[in-house]
């Protein structure tokens, strides 16, 4: 065992999100090992882009690359900006055929012609390892957390892995309600027992709600320079609370200042982002299990 295995997730009141990554990489990479010895073919991953937008292309990189470290093969399929719903309706149905493909993944977000929802629809609830689809919404709401989206399902699983699994009498406050990360993420508190506050935009007085929060998630990711204010100040953070910062590429929180205050916090970069490609490596095994038995 290395020495960086034996360290404790949370260290100085701060959550090391890429010290715990990387043991859930190394986990993923030892089963699928197993699993490749078992069935004989590898896990395989296809991603899709449609448009030219930067962050899609540099995430999709670092999700092929942490796939491919793991034993999962992957491809890529880059589709023009003018791209119709057709079109890329049509590459879904193909993937979806493909018994080599075990996952798909299209990145968000797409060009205005295409409508989400139907696209996210189309994918096989099996494939379907970003947790979007119908069915494993579905499933979520059942309590079956397998195929969970990768973001919110890091941040659980950060609290899991600190000791805070069970979230009885505890009050999570999560500031998103987006479909990706804060209505996923209710399920999962609940799934623990959190008695759950969910806050956007229209919120009223949102510091009356963030100071009762034992867990705090922020999500708002407004910030675009170094100098512009923290959405999440040290006055707003209750004492010994949880703070879980998912804002990219510059956090939502203060962090030097809450981190005299919480008891831990998450840094920005190295926090929740290394987390959720290491939920997406697992939601791919777990993908590729669930097809193979089938088989
Ligand atoms: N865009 C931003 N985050 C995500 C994600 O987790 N999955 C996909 N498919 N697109 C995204």
Redesign the pocket.
């Known amino acids: 065992m290395s020495d960086d295995e034996l360290k404790p997730i949370c260290e100085d009141h701060e959550i090391k999100g890429r010290r715990l990554s990387n043991r859930i990489r190394t986990e993923v990479e030892t089963e699928v090992a197993e699993l490749v010895s078992q069935y004989g073919v590898p896990p395989k991953l296809a991603t899709v882009i449609v448009g030219e937008d930067p962050g899609?292309q540099m995430?999709v990189k670092m999700k092929h690359k942490a796939s491919n470290k793991a034993g999962i093969l992957s491809e890529h399929y880059d589709l023009p900006e003018n791209t119709t719903q057709q079109e890329l309706l049509k590459l879904i149905k193909r993937l979806n055929e493909d018994t080599s493909v075990h996952g798909i993944?299209?990145?968000?977000?797409l060009p205005k012609q295409i409508d989400e929802k139907t696209i996210i629809g189309a994918i096989s609830p099996l494939k379907d390892v970003?947790g979007?689809s119908p069915a494993n919404v579905y499933r979520l709401f059942y309590g079956e957390e397998d195929l969970s989206?990768?973001?919110p399902h890091g941040i659980v699983t950060m609290l899991d892995r600190i000791g805070w699994s069970d979230l009885s009498g505890k009050h999570a406050v999560i500031i998103n309600r987006s479909t990706?990360v804060g209505k996923p993420l209710i399920m999962l508190l609940l799934n623990r027992n959190a008695t759950v506050t969910v806050c956007h935009s229209r919120t009223k007085d949102l510091p009356s709600l963030t100071i009762q929060a034992d867990v705090l998630v922020s999500a708002i990711g407004r910030r675009t320079k170094e100098e512009d204010p923290y959405f999440v100040t040290a006055d707003m953070v209750k004492e010994e609370a949880v703070v879980i910062d998912v804002a990219t590429p510059l956090g939502d929180v203060d962090f030097e200042k809450v981190k005299e205050k919480a008891l831990c916090v998450t840094p920005v970069p190295g926090g929740v982002g290394p987390m959720?490609i290491a939920m997406l490596l697992k939601n791919v095994t777990a993908a590729y299990r669930a097809q193979m038995k089938k088989q």
Not at 105 to 109: E, F, I, R, Y
């Open positions: 899609s995430y993944l299209v990145q968000l977000p970003d979007f989206a990768a973001t990706i959720t």
